[in-house]
């Protein structure tokens, strides 16, 4: 964590003293955004809430496509609850860490089924 904060630091730093120098050249703000992806996605962790990441990063990942993909399969694309097709993947419970769920916890539902569990009559 801490080490984190100081990366943030040391890149308002670095940002103040382009804008001091006018500004980084477009090639150079290219290859520095390239060398810190990494980065952008454990800061925007740390900044955003728990829920934002989940729909706004983890449910747009490849990893939680690939994840959906197996269980509506495994279910032969059917809700586990009414047997209509499946068209969603439920959560029977959430893991600690988002996107470290077992499959076993996610099942195939379909819409309706899906809003009922979630209470979004």
Known sequence: MIAILLLVILAVIVSIVNLAKGGM???????????NEFLSDTLMRQFKSRRDYYREVYLKSDAWKRKRYIVLKRDNWRCVYCGERATQVHHKKYAK??????????VSICKPC???KHLLK
């Open 25 to 35: 050249n477009q090639k150079r703000h290219s290859n520095y955004n390239k060398d």
């Open 97 to 106: 860490n988002i996107g470290k769920e077992p499959i076993e916890w996610l």
């Open 114 to 116: 899906h809003n009922n």
